[in-house]
């Protein structure tokens, strides 16, 4: 078995507000893990008696996150771009055509970044079970056994079973039910539908040119037209936006004749809810769930999450959910589920930045994070990892201040080159042309203080791209 897993990673997680955000959404964030959970999903289909070579499907936006988080792993996988979000059925294409490349042969096994497995013995014996059918011609969907009547997923209903397996045809998808039907379906012996699914590159290949010509067309325009952009296969972006949004549900599987469905039950959850996190996690003897500095007083059934440097308390609540972040705070009911969507929509026609933007922005060299912002001035952390360097460039509205806080950088203003130590400051006047590099082998930490009238990524002008090593 050679299955080459596809990581399909376009999602905004609103749900998850505000841990959750667009410039950074639940795939990559730590939530009562190490990990996100886009690095365990990672870690999951690393076997190599199993898996290939995975394929990574994600956005522009999310390249430099992805890279780190897979290279804080030590995970080797092709990161395609994608140009504009066009849903699941545009990503399982370019995967198609990227595994055909690969191999005439290839079965492909597509999965959402943003899910969680317990038992991963029993996902990858579930992914060795589905294989013979799905290698034969089958588009097999994981169906989770429910452990309870839920309305949150779509349901499938299994068929007669195939010859030599547990694999069975698929009868039915149905999309969410009321509270009443979902018993019934639970009674019934449905599934609940994970949308993850095995295939024959060949197979997807034929089902997306008869029910999706559209799709295929853009999408295989795209991938040929293609260019590597640093470690990324950055994906031609007029073909692809031809191709229309619609989810690999509706676009395939649920008009081919050719699905199967594999009963599984490995511990599988979308945490797609503040409620679905806490049901997810260890709790204390009261039935709390709490990450970072929190304390409790006669609480029960509640999910504190608070920032490592915030600490948070909560006395006589039953119930709730309570995020803390440095800039923005979330209490609610911990069964609030469409609302956060209604919630977060109200908060960008109010132009509130806190709806999208995380404070943490990640860059090929790093990250920086901002730490407090006033109409004529910014003061950012920055993180430089070892061997980076950030782009030969300048400012015309704007002068910066920089302090070593943690590790050696070398500074150039102007073309002079010198080191800066722990607690050296240096001043960057307006227009100086500057660089930031650190040569050590330990992270470079420093407090960057901006003064001017435009303090926006606008202001800059790089005259040289810094995205790669130190010489």
Request: hydrophobic fraction near 40%; aromatic fraction near 8%; glycine fraction near 8%.
């Amino acid at each position: 078995m050679n299955i080459i897993p596809v990581i399909m990673c376009g999602g905004a997680g609103t749900r998850l507000w505000p841990a959750s955000r667009e410039s950074m959404p639940k795939q990559f964030i730590t939530l009562f893990a190490k990990h996100s959970m886009f690095q365990q999903t990672m870690m999951r289909v690393v076997a190599e008696e199993l898996f290939g070579k995975p394929i990574v499907v994600t956005s522009a936006d999310f390249r430099f996150v992805v890279a780190e988080q897979l290279s804080q792993i030590g995970i080797d996988a092709e990161i395609v771009l994608e140009p504009q979000r066009r849903d699941s059925c545009a990503a399982v294409a370019v995967a198609t055509v990227l595994g055909l490349k690969r191999d005439e042969n290839a079965v492909l096994l597509a999965l959402a970044s943003d899910h969680a497995v317990t038992d991963i013995d029993g996902f990858r014996g579930a992914c060795r079970e589905a294989f013979s059918a799905a290698d034969s011609g089958k588009i097999v969907t994981f169906g989770v056994v429910p452990d309870k009547p839920s309305t949150a997923y779509g349901y499938l209903r299994p068929g007669p079973a195939l010859a030599g397996g547990k694999v069975r045809e698929l009868s039915q998808f149905v999309e969410k039910p009321d509270a009443a039907t979902a018993k019934k379906y639970l009674e019934q012996g449905y599934l609940w539908n994970s949308g993850n699914f095995l295939f024959r590159a060949t197979t997807m290949r034929d089902e997306l040119q008869r029910l999706q010509p559209e799709v295929w067309s853009a999408v295989s325009a795209s991938v040929g037209g293609a260019i590597r952009d640093l470690d990324f296969l950055r994906l031609e972006a007029s073909a692809f936006v031809k191709a229309p949004r619609i989810s690999i549900d509706y676009a395939v599987m649920e008009h081919t004749d050719k699905s199967a469905v594999l009963a599984v039950d490995f511990g599988w959850s979308d945490l797609g809810s503040w409620d679905a996190i806490w049901a997810h996690v260890p709790h204390d003897e009261a039935g709390n769930a709490l990450s970072g500095p929190c304390e409790v007083l006669g609480v029960k059934n509640t999910l504190v999450q608070s920032d490592e440097k915030i600490l948070t308390t909560v006395v006589g609540l039953n119930d709730i959910v309570v995020v803390t972040m440095p800039d923005a705070v979330l209490v609610a009911s911990r069964k609030v589920g469409d609302e956060m969507k209604v919630l977060v929509e109200r908060l960008k026609a109010a132009e509130r930045p806190q709806a999208t933007a995380h404070r943490r922005i990640y860059r090929p060299w790093g990250f920086y994070e901002s730490i407090n912002l006033g109409e004529r001035h910014q003061v950012k952390r920055i993180i430089v990892n070892p061997g980076q360097r950030l782009s030969l460039q300048k400012h015309f509205h704007r002068s910066e201040h920089w302090v070593v806080v943690k590790g050696i950088g070398e500074i150039t203003i102007n073309g002079e080159v010198r080191l800066l130590r722990e607690n050296e400051s240096t001043y960057i006047p307006i227009e100086a042309v500057h660089r930031l590099s650190n040569p050590g082998k330990t992270p470079l930490e420093l407090i960057e203080v901006q003064v001017g009238s435009y303090l926006g990524e606008d202001d800059i002008v790089r005259i040289e791209d810094g995205y790669n090593r130190v010489p």
